[in-house]
């Protein structure tokens, strides 16, 4: 399975999982069969509010699943209309999630649960 990982910096399996997907800096993807990783920038950093493309961010790599501190409603959509679930990171380090994963443990996000939105007095709550 490939699971990918919004993060700030790429530190492999030590890094921190960001907590916004459609701002982090960089996306890495674990192969969870053998802990291989690569590294993908995010190719759709600057977007407007409610304007990301997950796709596009990924640079069109495929993934299976997605492990993250927050998300939007648009950009969860996309994620599921292409069939890669997004879940809820419960730990900080990206190895910890896996485990987690692994153990089916992780919430998958729901659009009850995304961000509404950034700045002006409007919290995620992640």
């Not at 990301?52 to 993934?63: D, E, G």
Request: charged share 15%; aromatic share 4%.
């Amino acid at each position: 399975m490939k699971v990918c990982f919004p993060v700030a910096e790429e530190e492999g399996l030590n890094s921190e999982v960001y907590g916004h997907f459609g701002s982090a800096p960089v996306f890495i993807i674990v192969d969870t069969k053998d802990n291989n990783v690569t590294t993908i920038n995010n190719k759709d950093q600057h977007h407007a509010h409610g304007a990301c493309n997950p796709l596009k961010a990924l640079n069109n790599q495929h993934v299976d699943a997605i492990i993250v501190g927050g998300i939007g409603a648009g950009a969860l959509t996309k994620l599921n209309q292409q069939g890669i679930k997004v879940f809820q990171a419960q730990a900080q380090k990206v190895k910890e999630n896996i485990k987690l994963l692994k153990d089916h443990t992780l919430p998958e996000f729901t659009m009850q649960h995304t961000c509404a939105g950034h700045g002006h007095g409007i919290s995620c709550g992640h």
